[in-house]
């Protein structure tokens, strides 16, 4: 079904099942002979899902080599290589925050967090507070899987559940978020998901939001003309057809919003934030992977770091 204004879902459906997809290629990522990445709750949340297909490849009893030979091409980027995407993202989120309490910032938000479980595996300072906001369901259940692993937090982690389409902003400030301390913002895998001005009222929030010192991660996926919609759509039909094919319905092209829509890298240097952009290849040479075609699924987008 087509996202829709006020379109609802969990973690086996819709755009939910995207953080599992993503959380299961952590899991397979955290086992590689030279792991860019360690998430040890990575698999255990997958497996708290219950999504059969992720579950199995999460837990490596799929391994990503069978289900690229066994998609002989049909999908734009195979499972290895995805896996090695998101090996790169998650470490340049890691790194971001590392570089962010380095210079002495201790406040940090985490936008739609998903499974991410930063607030459990990474090293923070003993001041540190770390805020992360999501639907009620996935907070809920996130903390409730967790806590049943007996895992506790690494740091003063308060998490706010809500939807970024409602009042986020007075829900964080009741949570405790001070607006006069610098924070480190992350917005993982999220603007695709957001339509072209949801994605710009995002950031304006967050500029408004940030004192001087402040931090911002995001992802800038590209603008899409009428033109290559259509391309890119047969595109994302081919991975549901592949996913399909293991068992797992999920249509990609009706969970992003496609169009024109500003480059984050121009967009934040115009509200006065000082901006780097890391295309996605140059990522994965920077942690040793192999970098993508020009081609292929994600290679298109620029991870972006900035600071007010």
Known sequence: MPRTENDTWDLASSVGATATMVAAARAVASRADQPVIDDPYAEP???????????????????????????????PVGMSRFADGMAARTRFFDDFFADAVDAGVRQAVILASGLDARGYRLTWPSDMTLFEIDQPEVIEFKATTLAGLGAHPSTDLKTVAVDLRNDWPAALAEAGFDSAAPTAWIAEGLLGYLPPDAQDRLLDTIGELSAPGSRLAVESVPSHHDADQEELREKMQQSTDAWRSHGFDLDFSELVFLGDRNDVTEYLRGQGWTVEGTPTNDLLERYGLVPLDSDEGFAEVVYVSAAK
């Open 45 to 75: 949340l997958v497996r708290a899902v219950g999504v059969d297909f992720f579950t199995r490849l999460a837990s490596g009893e799929l391994t990503t080599e069978d289900l690229d030979t066994q998609d002989s091409g049909q999908s």
